[in-house]
């Protein structure tokens, strides 16, 4: 599995989020995504999910483009950092549909998480806390078995308990069902042995 991002830049209102950026990724291996915020980590995860368009260059995921490519996607989880669920929606009901989009989603992994982070399935969404809706997050990343798994600071609102129960997670993910595992944080003292490599987006 690779990500090719080539002379990337993004454009916003005549001010660029990205410009010219360029890098590869291989995996399955845990890359930290690490930046102040500004940095162009959150536009360029949406880039990468194929969210949003490019201004200029491309990126392609083993050779292919990632916008507008409906099929790639599906080899694409991105958890982003809020609104990732819809708030009329019990938890059983955010799986379901996720269910739906991820050909290699895992239905009993997701119930075995739903007890480790204490979810119950009838919960709403609404009514969930932001602990609860990051570890819902969690849940769905790790249950979609994505070859492209992004986490953008999927923690929050979750104590250093929770945190540590996702850090386990990861590893045990990534020995059971190797992936390219992309994390974006700022607990960087937290998460840094986790990583196999790193990738630093400057201003």
Request: proline residues 3%; charged residues 20%; contains cysteine.
């Amino acid at each position: 599995m690779k990500i090719d991002v080539s002379n990337v830049s993004k454009l916003y209102k005549q001010k660029y989020a990205l410009k010219n950026v360029s890098f590869t990724l291989e995996g399955p291996k845990i890359i930290g995504l690490l930046g102040h915020n500004g940095a162009g980590k959150t536009t360029f995860l949406n880039l990468l999910a194929g969210l949003i368009a490019t201004t200029e260059g491309q990126i392609c995921f083993n050779g292919e483009n990632v916008f507008n490519a409906p099929v790639i996607l599906r080899d694409i989880c991105y958890v982003a950092e809020s609104r990732n669920f819809q708030e009329d929606m019990t938890v059983a009901q955010s799986l379901k549909a996720n269910s739906f989009f991820y050909p290699k989603w895992d239905g009993e992994l997701a119930n075995e998480l739903l007890q480790v982070f204490a979810l119950h399935p009838k919960y709403k969404v609404r009514n969930l806390s932001k602990g609860m809706v990051s570890a819902l997050g969690i849940i769905t990343g790790f249950a979609s078995n994505a070859t492209i798994t992004i986490f953008d600071e999927p923690y929050i609102g979750l104590d250093v308990a929770a945190r540590n129960t996702f850090y386990d997670l990861l590893i045990e993910q990534q020995i059971e069902n190797p992936r390219l595992f992309l994390l974006s944080t700022h607990l960087i003292d937290e998460a840094s042995e986790l990583f196999e490599e790193i990738l630093i987006l400057h201003e």
